[in-house]
């Protein structure tokens, strides 16, 4: 069973910068589709970015180049960078995995069967 820890939540400013990771536990980690969501309250679980296995990457329109998301398989470790942070990115962050055959478009929550427990990103003004 895959399991998920994220880490490097936190308050910032408005501009600052923070870097998400997510551990995963498993030694077949390589081969899964990966990728970060974020929620804020009062609204829907909606999807920042994914990877696949051998690094192809894919964002939400929006955030692409403010966000990188990226992995270390060696690691075992998703990473999600994010400069120019804005209030507006304030929300609980969570770190999905699917696998092993990924799809070309995985920006649905149904698209993920292993979840971490999330970290909250609080961005100040």
């Known amino acids: 069973q895959l399991q998920l820890v994220e880490s490097g939540g936190g308050s910032v400013q408005a501009g600052g910068s923070l870097r998400l990771s997510c551990t995963a536990s498993v030694y077949t980690y390589v081969v899964y589709c990966m990728a970060w969501f974020r929620q804020a309250p009062g609204k829907e679980r909606e999807a920042v970015a994914t990877i696949d296995g051998d690094g192809s990457t894919k964002y939400t329109n929006s955030l692409k180049g403010r966000f990188t998301i990226s992995r270390d398989n060696a690691k075992k470790t998703l990473y999600l960078q994010m400069n120019t942070l804005e209030p507006e990115d304030s929300a609980m962050y969570y770190c999905?995995?699917?696998?092993?055959?990924?799809?070309?478009?995985?920006?649905?929550?149904?698209?993920?069967?292993?979840w971490g427990q999330g970290t909250q990103v609080t961005v100040s003004a």
């Open positions: 999905a995995a699917d696998g092993p055959v990924c799809k070309s478009i995985m920006f649905s929550t149904a698209d993920y069967h292993f």
